[in-house]
């Protein structure tokens, strides 16, 4: 698994509410979101602005060079 910034961003947001619901959210598929995780694709800048949205609601102290 590549470990970039859009890999744990994913990564983080997936711990916080599954893969199934990220997915949902972002209204792409289960493989999308896996293929994100993995590091074998980028997400769209908006799916990642909503992904760092999604941690901020959750966290408002919430910084993506943290790792969890």
Known sequence: MADTLHSRVVRQACALVGVD???DRLDVSRATVESWLA???TPAPRAF?????LLRA???????LTET
């Open 21 to 23: 619901h990220l997915a």
């Open 39 to 41: 590091g074998t694709a």
């Open 49 to 53: 602005l909503r992904t760092l949205s």
């Open 58 to 64: 959750s966290d408002p102290n919430y910084r993506p």
